[in-house]
């Protein structure tokens, strides 16, 4: 057996299957370490973890203070570009010094695909690495484009070609972002220079596990073989956030309601999307849980019984107990609700999510509305829709038992202890 750290960057829905994996590995009989920001200290230690802390301490306010991360423009790539000039690049060498630190004891590295210092860390230290994620978007597939395109590319070899066009875009546009940046870490650290930087998780020819189902994400036929569908991890029993008092007693106490979360990252400005959503599902007569996630700002729900309000619950715990989803398309929550089988209307923002929010709807569980057309009106007629037309939750409930039948954990646990004896 062996020391594996498990390095991840970004909000709840990367945090909390890094834990639900280290925990699986510790109980195989691994030593397993988490490293992310230092915001996640408390929680991490809290689950009986060991943790470190990589770059500087920033927390959900820090960045709440910065919308222009969530920006859905150019795909998300707009709001991913400014995440990284306001608040990674200006301290990249602290983050590749702390990840160093972390993993001099360590015999595997297992990063977050956006987590640029990882590799770096990892050559100069001397140890091997590979990439776990949650996502699967950021590999280059000539069977789906980089973005959700807005019209239509055609079919057979001429879509094909578009979406070869799109990532060979890609990897320009993420060449000129992050290049510069490795690069002159990679000199201060006696390294040599390299190229598409971004892109070394998938073209180092090291392990890549997607803890992704393959009942919801096809695989590419040219993916590396390196590349490995895991299935989900859907942790989210948080030992330091305690379930909310009058949660159960709500859930019991009438029909099921409707679910409304913005997860964490995009709960950090949520504008008026709470309100509207809280219109719309009172106006068709249903109840409903409202999660505010870490929002910085006070969120005025409307003062009805028919409503409960909170700033966080597992979804493992409140899911269940619902007959739909009203979600911005945050991974991680698509996973919870997937699990419970909920349709869902997704109102993706930036990053990954409108990806996510594309998925869902060519699954059949899901509507999707974009997110600059939210608002009271828009989100009752999408609801309602989904509510009334039983397909969405046929569908919904057959995906479930499909995914009832795959242990992402144990297979994510049986690929790294492959990669410990390799």
């Given at each position: 057996?062996?020391?594996?750290?498990?390095?991840?960057?970004?909000?709840?829905?990367?945090?909390?299957?890094?834990?639900?994996?280290?925990?699986?590995?510790?109980?195989?009989?691994?030593?397993?370490?988490?490293?992310?920001?230092?915001?996640?200290?408390?929680?991490?230690?809290?689950?009986?973890?060991?943790?470190?802390?990589?770059?500087?301490?920033?927390?959900?306010?820090?960045?709440?203070?910065?919308?222009?991360?969530?920006?859905?423009?150019?795909?998300?790539?707009a709001g991913f570009a400014h995440?990284?000039?306001?608040?990674?690049?200006?301290?990249?060498?602290?983050?590749?010094?702390?990840?160093?630190?972390?993993?001099?004891?360590?015999?595997?590295?297992?990063?977050?695909?956006?987590?640029?210092?990882?590799?770096?860390?990892?050559?100069?230290?001397?140890?091997?690495?590979?990439?776990?994620?949650?996502?699967?978007?950021?590999?280059?597939?000539?069977?789906?484009?980089?973005?959700?395109?807005?019209?239509?590319?055609?079919?057979?070899?001429?879509?094909?070609?578009?979406?070869?066009?799109?990532?060979?875009?890609?990897?320009?546009?993420?060449?000129?972002?992050?290049?510069?940046?490795?690069?002159?870490?990679?000199?201060?650290?006696?390294?040599?220079?390299?190229?598409?930087?971004?892109?070394?998780?998938?073209?180092?020819?090291?392990?890549?596990?997607?803890?992704?189902?393959?009942?919801?994400?096809?695989?590419?036929?040219?993916?590396?073989?390196?590349?490995?569908?895991?299935?989900?991890?859907?942790?989210?029993?948080?030992?330091?956030?305690?379930?909310?008092?009058?949660?159960?007693?709500?859930?019991?106490?009438?029909?099921?309601?409707?679910?409304?979360?913005?997860?964490?990252?995009?709960?950090?400005?949520?504008?008026?999307?709470?309100?509207?959503?809280?219109?719309?599902?009172?106006?068709?007569?249903?109840?409903?849980?409202?999660?505010?996630?870490?929002?910085?700002?006070?969120?005025?729900?409307?003062?009805?019984?028919?409503?409960?309000?909170?700033t966080f619950a597992p979804l493992?715990?409140?899911?269940?107990?619902?007959?739909?989803?009203?979600?911005?398309?945050?991974?991680?929550?698509?996973?919870?609700?997937?699990?419970?089988?909920?349709?869902?209307?997704?109102?993706?923002?930036?990053?990954?999510?409108?990806?996510?929010?594309?998925?869902?709807?060519?699954?059949?569980?899901?509507?999707?509305?974009?997110?600059?057309?939210?608002?009271?009106?828009?989100?009752?007629?999408?609801?309602?829709?989904?509510?009334?037309?039983?397909?969405?939750?046929?569908?919904?409930?057959?995906?479930?038992?499909?995914?009832?039948?795959?242990?992402?954990?144990?297979?994510?646990?049986?690929?790294?202890?492959?990669?410990?004896?390799?």
């Amino acid at each position: 057996m062996g020391r594996v750290v498990l390095a991840t960057m970004g909000s709840w829905g990367d945090i909390f299957p890094a834990i639900g994996l280290a925990k699986g590995l510790i109980e195989a009989g691994h030593d397993a370490r988490i490293a992310a920001s230092p915001a996640y200290d408390e929680l991490v230690r809290g689950e009986g973890l060991d943790f470190s802390g990589i770059g500087p301490p920033l927390g959900f306010s820090d960045y709440a203070q910065d919308p222009k991360i969530l920006s859905g423009r150019l795909g998300g790539f707009a709001g991913f570009a400014h995440l990284f000039r306001r608040f990674i690049f200006p301290v990249l060498d602290r983050y590749v010094d702390d990840l160093a630190m972390s993993i001099r004891d360590a015999d595997l590295l297992l990063a977050h695909p956006a987590l640029v210092a990882a590799p770096v860390a990892a050559e100069h230290v001397g140890v091997e690495w590979g990439t776990v994620s949650v996502f699967p978007g950021l590999i280059p597939t000539a069977c789906s484009p980089p973005s959700p395109p807005r019209v239509s590319l055609g079919s057979g070899r001429t879509r094909q070609m578009m979406y070869r066009a799109a990532w060979s875009a890609a990897r320009f546009n993420m060449a000129r972002l992050f290049d510069g940046h490795v690069n002159r870490e990679r000199r201060r650290l006696g390294l040599p220079a390299v190229s598409n930087a971004f892109f070394a998780p998938v073209e180092s020819g090291r392990p890549y596990l997607v803890m992704a189902s393959p009942a919801v994400v096809d695989r590419p036929a040219d993916w590396p073989a390196t590349v490995a569908l895991t299935g989900f991890i859907a942790w989210d029993r948080v030992s330091s956030f305690p379930d909310p008092p009058g949660l159960a007693e709500f859930l019991s106490a009438g029909e099921p309601p409707v679910l409304v979360t913005l997860g964490a990252s995009s709960s950090l400005d949520p504008q008026h999307f709470y309100r509207h959503a809280a219109e719309a599902i009172t106006h068709l007569g249903q109840r409903a849980v409202i999660l505010t996630g870490p929002t910085p700002k006070q969120v005025d729900l409307p003062d009805d019984p028919g409503i409960f309000g909170t700033t966080f619950a597992p979804l493992s715990l409140v899911a269940p107990r619902c007959c739909a989803a009203v979600h911005h398309g945050g991974v991680g929550t698509t996973i919870g609700l997937l699990s419970s089988g909920l349709p869902q209307l997704v109102i993706p923002r930036g990053f990954d999510q409108p990806q996510t929010a594309l998925r869902m709807t060519r699954l059949g569980v899901a509507r999707a509305l974009p997110w600059r057309r939210e608002g009271t009106e828009r989100i009752t007629r999408e609801l309602s829709a989904l509510l009334s037309q039983d397909r969405y939750r046929r569908n919904a409930a057959a995906l479930q038992a499909r995914l009832a039948e795959e242990n992402g954990l144990h297979e994510s646990v049986r690929l790294v202890d492959l990669m410990m004896r390799a």
